[in-house]
């Protein structure tokens, strides 16, 4: 068994995205061992987080008003088989299109997998001024191909939508189908197996459109049984 971890996780002073609503991580102190009122020592601190600003799940209220939050989703979506898509050869800026995932994957796809898209865009990007203008990104035939795939969970390593594009149609496609997106994710390049087992459970917060995920790939076989 090999655990690859697939998290960008948070951390002061990481890039956020440069919109004035978008507040930048923060580790607040709320209790240091200097400031412990009984002298034990301790340490409590609060999180000011953004869950999509590093690995996170965007639940189908993320865009589709009175649909699930992240609590309604079931576990059992974020923890199974995966399948990766090699995409690693898109460039910036390039359109990922459902013919592109047919190529990828289409011959070993079943219904109920999850998909994970390997571009490795995050993986070279991130911190660069220019992460959030130049990334391949999907278009909304790739979202309809997930959803005629019956895809469980599509997970990602560049943006979600074309840049600039206000209409957010793939978020709107696979929300709307109740397909839950794994965005920020890293690390598909470490991965030997194409198939691989993921765990990948948002944060439990009521209400939530979104919440930050652990995300680890499992390779290795037989251990989980053949799902
Ligand atoms: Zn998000």
Known sequence: MRIVDLSLGFSPGMPAYGASWYPSFEL????????????????????????????????????????????????????????????SHKGL??????????????????????????????????????FWQNPPYLDASAADWCVAQGVRLVGLDCLTEEPGDRDFPVHRR???????????????GALKERRVWLYALPVLVEGAEGSPVRAVAVEGGGVHGAG
Do not use: C, K
């Not at 576990?75 to 090699?86: Q, R």
């Not at 390997?118 to 660069?128: I, V």
């Open 93 to 130: 800026r390039e359109p990922i299109s459902g013919a592109d995932l047919e190529a990828a994957v289409g011959a070993d796809i079943s219904p109920g997998d999850r998909l994970l898209i390997r571009t490795d865009y995050l993986d070279r990007y991130w911190g660069d001024p220019d």
């Open 28 to 87: 607040r102190p709320i209790m240091t061992p200097e400031t412990d009122p009984v002298a034990q020592g301790r340490r409590f601190s609060q999180f000011l987080m953004n869950p999509h600003n590093a690995t996170h799940v965007d639940a189908p209220s993320h865009f589709v008003p009175g649909a699930a939050a992240v609590n309604d989703l079931d576990p059992e979506v974020f923890i199974g088989p995966a399948l990766v898509a090699d995409l």
């Open 174 to 188: 696979l929300l709307t189908a109740g397909i839950p997106i794994l965005e920020y994710i890293r690390n598909l």
